[in-house]
């Protein structure tokens, strides 16, 4: 009889670390990594977030973690708070 091993699971993508995310959140933002908790508030909270600081998070986010973030994801709710930044991350690694 002929068995063939069982299917393995398709590997499902990594999530990265909250301390990678802050890492990358903190070098790019010039803060330090220590202050950055999930529940830190970054869009209205920090001096000079605006539009072009999200589109620098987001060119850091897409080379530490191998993703693409749309132009439509460069938008204030993705990038209100360190969870919303996780999550955006956590959505395009499944994609």
């Known amino acids: 009889m ?15 670390s909250l301390d990678d995310l802050k890492r990358v959140l903190g070098h790019t933002l010039g803060v330090p990594v220590q202050m950055l ?3 830190t508030v ?6 000079r977030f605006d539009e072009r600081a999200m589109r620098r998070i987001a060119a850091a986010l897409e080379h530490q973690f191998h993703i693409v973030i749309d132009d ?3 938008d204030p709710r993705h990038f209100a708070s360190v969870a919303a ?5 956590s959505l395009k690694l499944e994609e």
Request: aromatic letters at 4%; glycine letters at 4%.
């Open 42 to 47: 970054l869009y209205g909270n920090l001096p």
């Open 85 to 89: 930044v996780a999550a955006l991350v």
């Open 2 to 16: 002929n068995r063939q091993p069982p299917a393995r699971p398709l590997p499902q993508p990594a999530v990265p």
């Open 37 to 39: 908790r999930p529940q």
């Open 72 to 74: 439509e994801d460069i």
